[in-house]
Nanobody, 115 residues
Framework: QVQLVESGGGLVQAGGSLRLSCAASGNRFSISAMGWYRQAPGKQRELVAAITSGGITNYRDSVKGRFTISRDNTKNTMYLQMNSLEPEDTAVYYC?????????WGQGTQVTVSS
């Protein structure tokens, strides 16, 4: 079974930066689109950023100019560079990927931004 593992979350002050990673591991698999989602308590899960295997990106309006999504297809790893973090960015961040055409989720990593 393919597993997605996020890392890089933590506690940071407003204005700080974090870099999230999502690594896919397994036997043989193919990943098409990947994306970062986040969910705060009592709120719907929302798309933060997405990237296709061809490098086409899409960002939520509130993170444009602050976050950068990227991926290393050789390493089957996706990254989310988060700069100028705001308290509103506080949430559990989830990695999502189409693995052999199957939507797959990571376990999530907590990002907390203090004011």
């Amino acid at each position: 079974q393919v597993q997605l593992v996020e890392s890089g979350g933590g506690l940071v002050q407003a204005g700080g930066s974090l870099r999230l990673s999502c690594a896919a591991s397994g036997n043989r698999f193919s990943i098409s689109a990947m994306g970062w989602y986040r969910q705060a308590p009592g709120k719907q899960r929302e798309l933060v950023a997405a990237i296709t295997s061809g490098g086409i990106t899409n960002y939520r309006d509130s993170v444009k100019g602050r976050f950068t999504i990227s991926r290393d297809n050789t390493k089957n790893t996706m990254y989310l560079q988060m700069n100028s973090l705001e308290p509103e960015d506080t949430a559990v961040y989830y990695c999502n990927a189409l693995v052999d055409f199957k939507p797959t989720w990571g376990q999530g990593t907590q990002v907390t931004v203090s004011s």
